[in-house]
């Protein structure tokens, strides 16, 4: 094994999760720009005076030394480079976040160091979060879950078809029909085929190509026309499919709406 054992680096990371290791001592997981999911040993960040202290606690991004270890990388220095501090003030925010950490736990694996698609995905989710850190209502938070649901899932390789059938390849110009096991949808004439689908109403549809396709922050003109629950049914649908496909369920929103 030949880790570039004592070796420092430098990271850019938002932390996705926390454990406890000791009595002093945790192990934060992050979610890094150059390598990816890494986690890390926090010394000493339960004791009051740790220097590390509140930077290492969750859905907070630093820049972070870590000295390379045998088994477990630690955490020599955190610098904040934004510690979304709105996320903490209300629940959705907080929830939808923590369900953004749980997409990326069950779709990102430690040690995918090479993965080009660490920066994008650090990038789209730095983006989202300081975008539902600084919504104004409920709406504008689902907007952007549902554009992070529509974009890592294409980022990573399992974006969703929302325009051709999947079945005889026809553009589709009227409601379709999604299936939550091929994330992708199918015309009136395929659905008879067998398979389970979800109707889709055209308006969602188009709905739904625009935040796929739109710039991050972008403002598109669907965001001052669609309400809470019009959000909220696209952001059940795109979440059934995410689930499906994951390595673990995602339980975030569960907790959200026994608190509610
Ligand atoms: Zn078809």
Redesign the pocket.
Known sequence: MNKNIKENFVVDAINIKTYPLSDYDNIVVMFSRERGLIKGIAKGVKRPKSKLGARMQMLVANKIMLRGGRNFDTICEAQALNTFNKLRSNLDKLSYSIYLTEIISAYCTDGDEENENNKAIYELFYNILEQVANAENEVEILLNIIRFQLKFMEQIGYGTELET?L??G?KISEDAYFSIAQGGV??S??RYSGDNYIRVHKKIRDFLISQKNCQLGEKTDYDALVDKNFCERCFGLLKKYIDSRASKPTRALKILEKLK
Do not use: L, Y
């Open positions: 059938c079945k005889c026809c199918v015309c004439t395929c």
